[in-house]
């Protein structure tokens, strides 16, 4: 039988990615591109060493990026629900007079505000995906220990957020849902494309609304503030929890049997 890892080591290991994915980016200017690709460089240079070195395991493909049949489409899939969930989400807050559009921002700036949103935050969804749901997949799928998965990811998730968000009980709860639908994907699929699809399409839209700096597609005037609007941004996102569920009911989950081979769990 294979030895198993010391938990401890897998904590450290998580703690190590987690650190360097929350404070390495406040050490320079959000706006000094070479710095963020050094970033999400040394991001994948550090998971690879933690896999290979800490954990003795194959490298990056063990934290759930396996380039299995259907990974693209899995990406493709999850990126297009979220974005059009979060679009919808947005054209009900128009509907409830959230905000009023005055028209659209030129194409000159359109155009790299929208690559810039494409690029940024297919990083920054990746790093997180690879640093809570899929190196927690990859512990508790070779502990045979998945039925602790979803609970785990999506707690670690939520608490996470607190990086950015700080401690806010309706927050939580948004977080909480994402996660939950992000984790359950993992479960399904066995890998974490179709989570960082979600991910990336969800904060696509985002930006698409509100650009890096509030200046989005559209030109936004008389943004009202309401408890309202939150508590209805949580009930369109939600949808994002029987979509995925319906969209994989069918597909097997993913059993503990599948990873194991001649008596060894394997990555």
Known sequence: MEKKMPMALWVMGFILLSLYVNLVPRLFDAGNVPLWFAYWT??????????????????????????????????????MLAFTVYA???????????????GVRDVSFLLPMLGQALLAMFFSSILNDIT????????????QLLVWYVLTATLLYTLDDFWNEGIDPLNLVFSAVLGLAFAYTVLKTGSIWMSLGLHWGGNTMYRVMYGFDGQGVWVLEQVREAPLYDYMGLLVTALLLPAVYFLLKKKSPIAQEDFVRDGQVVA
């Not at 194959?58 to 934290?63: D, I």
């Not at 997949?137 to 502990?143: C, H, P, S």
């Open 132 to 143: 809570i749901r899929g190196y927690w997949y990859t512990f508790f799928r070779r502990r």
């Open 42 to 79: 040394g991001f994948f240079l550090l998971a690879f060493l933690v896999s290979r070195f800490m954990l003795k395991l194959p490298g990056l493909k063990s934290f759930g990026m396996a380039l299995h049949q259907g990974w693209l489409k899995n990406l493709g899939l999850g990126f």
């Open 88 to 102: 919808l989400k947005y054209l009900v807050f128009y509907q409830m007079g959230k905000f009023d559009v005055a």
